[in-house]
């Protein structure tokens, strides 16, 4: 029994300092985005904030629309997750559980794509949607993004795990591809789905080059252009760059908050398990 | 054959017959193509999307990478390999294979490990574990752009909470960022912070998928915690711990905004990574030409790692 206990409190304090680790650049600048810019800019620097100036975040909207650059970006990264849910699940499915001509080779042809470095095709690309007239609008900045092979392959990956005694339940019900995938592939995978969900999101909402490359007017801005234009205009304001910051990254913290139970819910219990 | 076989189309009695033969070839082939149909019907939407967005690109860099262009990304003439023999001769091409096999070394074994010590350790948590799910997963949120600002400020050399919290322990400053030494570390060191929260969900995830029946029955025979997580915990993940090791390769290899952002390529290229140094040739020195050869040569090495992961590494996964 001591051992046990020994063995838990062990187990707690890695996890107390990994979490240390993993939180602490966040949190820190959290402190730094309401401290005064004498304070944080002072050495030594403070490990906790000893002043409290939340009239940051009032300037920082006055440097940039930020609100602005926010509502864009969630608009675009919605849009970019519900189109890659859609082609992903298809493409996945179809490498997952049926079979047809040439698939070994598409197969293949999608794996290599997701090994071509997208700066390989930057330049082209935005030769592509210069010519469609599609710079400055949703469209550039959202249709280029809406088929992943990573998504694609992470959805490969979980199809295949699921058990072979579904497939055959499901062929003695006579369920063809179609319904199969819609009524029982689909809601089986949501971990896997909502893993993706929320991962095309962030990283859509948190993309640089692309939108920087295509969009000119501010009204088409992204929010992470946002925070460089912060940073370059107020380069030794700490406390006005870490408001910025904390605002740009506070909407997908609270995805977080909300998606994590979805992210590592695991397959749902009762419907694989037993 | 795929997994939904279609062996019922037919009713059992008349497949004896040579008649019924016949007509269960010919049905045999009819829902062959069919499923054929329905299966590029599945793939369509994303083969169009990868056809205008990646394939075509990528025979225009090819095409790009045989020509010398003038400032502003107009063709000025043929120029043959020429191109890639520069790359070569330079050493540009070693040298940042070097820089980025070695980048690659520090953040991908240390951010795996990493990931699943703490998920196997959170997964078994009867109190807090939530809180610590939430904390490991956090990271991720963050944009290399919010991340790596963050970042600059605890590498700073005074104001930075790194050198002080070494100092409060009594150790010498660390020059994170501006010494051709530690540059790549400490570049490391934020990647795999930054890795961490995408890694430890995706582990996590497949540990879930795991049936606790399985746990149940090896503690009935007696088997220890180490035992448990080494004969069934890994297995049972090799598929999700074999994405995770291909898509962190491939990730390394293609960094950019950290170290644009930390040390532009600095100090004394330490930090010129693949990827930073195409950026480099196309859009600061205007050589879209060598850009484009440098960016395809970048593409081989990578697909040759990949093949070779699916070759080898792939035999020993496991899948349920």
């Given at each position: 029994m001591k051992k046990h206990v020994a063995r838990q409190a062990a187990v707690y304090l890695i996890l107390i300092a990994a979490a240390i680790f993993a939180l602490y650049p966040v949190v820190y600048s959290f402190f730094l985005s309401v401290m005064k810019p004498e304070e944080a800019s002072?050495?030594?620097?403070?490990?906790?904030?000893?002043s409290f100036n939340p009239a940051n975040f009032i300037d920082v909207f006055g440097i940039v629309p930020i609100a602005a650059f926010i509502g864009n970006t969630f608009l675009v990264s919605g849009i970019v997750m519900i189109g890659q849910l859609i082609t992903a699940s298809l493409a996945a499915y179809a490498f997952a559980k049926m079979d047809f001509k040439g698939k070994g080779f598409i197969f293949s042809l999608f794996v290599a794509s997701m090994m071509v470095p997208w700066e390989v095709t930057m330049i082209p690309n935005y030769l592509t949607v210069r010519s469609l007239n599609w710079l400055d609008t949703y469209q550039g900045l959202t249709v280029p993004f809406l088929a992943t092979a990573f998504g694609t392959f992470l959805l490969r990956q979980f199809f295949l795990q699921l058990p072979k005694e579904l497939f055959e339940a499901a062929r003695m019900d006579g369920c063809g591809h179609i319904r199969y995938f819609l009524l029982h592939v689909l809601p089986l995978s949501r971990p896997a789905i909502g893993t993706l969900a929320v991962y095309s999101f962030l990283n859509t909402y948190n993309s640089y080059l692309w939108p920087l490359l295509i969009t000119n007017s501010e009204m088409m801005r992204t929010v992470q252009i946002g925070i460089s234009m912060l940073e370059f205009q107020e380069s030794t304001s700490w406390n006005l760059v870490f408001a910025g910051i904390t605002l740009v990254i506070l909407p997908s913290l609270l995805l977080l908050v909300f998606g994590l139970k979805q992210l590592v819910?695991?397959?749902?219990?009762?419907a694989l398990k037993g | 054959m795929s997994e939904l076989d279609n062996r019922w189309s037919l009713p059992a009695g008349t497949s004896r017959t040579s008649a019924g033969r016949r007509l269960r070839t010919v049905s045999l082939k009819r829902l062959k193509v069919r499923e054929n149909m329905l299966a590029y019907a599945f793939l369509a939407p994303s083969l169009l999307l990868f056809g205008v967005f990646m394939f075509y690109p990528l025979l225009r860099s090819v095409y790009l990478s045989l020509y010398s262009t003038d400032p502003a990304g107009r063709v000025a003439s043929f120029v043959g390999l020429q191109n890639f023999t520069a790359l070569f001769s330079s050493g540009l091409f070693l040298d940042g294979i070097r820089v980025t096999a070695l980048f690659a070394l520090l953040t991908v074994p240390a951010g795996m490990l990493l990931a699943l010590v703490l998920a196997a350790l959170t997964?078994?948590?009867?109190?807090g574990k939530r809180l610590f799910q939430f904390a490991f997963s956090l990271p991720m949120v963050l944009s290399v752009g919010s991340a790596a600002v963050i970042w600059k400020f605890l590498f700073?050399?005074?104001?930075?909470m790194l050198n002080y919290g070494l100092e409060m322990a009594g150790l010498a400053p660390v020059p994170w960022l501006t010494s051709p030494k530690w540059a790549l570390f400490s570049i490391s060191l934020m990647t795999v912070w930054m890795n961490l929260g995408f890694n430890y969900i995706v582990i996590s995830s497949g540990m879930q998928g795991i049936p606790d029946d399985m746990y149940e029955s090896a503690k009935i025979d007696g088997a220890g915690p180490v035992a448990m997580f080494r004969q069934i915990t890994i297995p049972l993940l090799s598929p999700t711990l074999f994405f995770v090791m291909v898509v962190s390769i491939i990730g390394a290899f293609q960094s950019f905004g950290q170290i644009n952002i930390l040390t532009q390529g600095g100090p004394?290229?330490?930090?010129?990574v693949f990827v930073y140094s195409i950026y480099r040739e196309a859009f600061v020195n205007f050589r879209f030409g060598t850009g484009s050869a440098q960016a395809l040569l970048l593409f081989v090495v990578i697909m040759l790692l990949t093949l070779v992961q699916f070759k080898w590494v792939e035999k020993k996964v496991h899948y349920q």
């Open positions: 002072a050495f030594p620097p403070s490990i906790v904030p000893h819910r695991g397959m749902s219990a009762g | 997964h078994n948590l009867l109190r700073h050399p005074s104001l930075g004394m290229d330490s930090t010129n």
